[in-house]
């Protein structure tokens, strides 16, 4: 099955092809009020740890051990997905960040885990063998 998750800046218009909005940031944005925003929800727990982000802030890790970490910590803790993957199985998911280049944040981990999440829990279900053909009425 395919699904569509969009990345987006918080800052950016709404759009009603946007689907389903959330913001997946720990912080809150700066200088915007909620009553302001179009969105769904504020998901913080599948952002990345505050040491983590904060490390990142100050130049500590490359891309690489940041993309590593944070894929470790979404993989360590699985169920803080499923509000995501649910959203993603209902239509179109816009994740949401503050951040300028919402490509090159920690939206595109987040999605391909999200992805990658939904292709094993869809391909588990395809490999359950279906219920045994009922013969009891052949005679």
Not at 8 to 26: C, E, F, H, N, W
Not at 31 to 51: N, V
Request: glycine share 2%; aromatic share 6%.
């Amino acid at each position: 099955m395919s699904y569509e998750i969009c990345l987006k800046r918080i800052y950016q218009k709404a759009d009603p092809s946007d689907g389903t909005r959330i913001l997946v940031d720990r912080l809150w944005p700066r200088g915007q009020r909620r009553e302001d925003l179009t969105l769904h929800d504020w998901y913080k727990d599948a952002s990345p740890s505050s040491g983590l982000r904060q490390c990142w802030h100050r130049d500590e890790l490359t891309v690489d051990a940041f993309a590593h970490a944070y894929r470790h910590q979404l993989d360590e803790a699985p169920q803080t997905l499923l509000p995501l993957m649910r959203a993603a199985r209902a239509g179109r998911l816009t994740l949401l960040t503050a951040s300028r280049e919402p490509e090159n944040s920690h939206l595109s981990i987040l999605r391909r885990a999200l992805l990658d999440a939904l292709e094993a829990e869809d391909s588990a279900d395809c490999e359950d063998v279906a219920s045994p053909v009922c013969y009891q009425n052949q005679r």
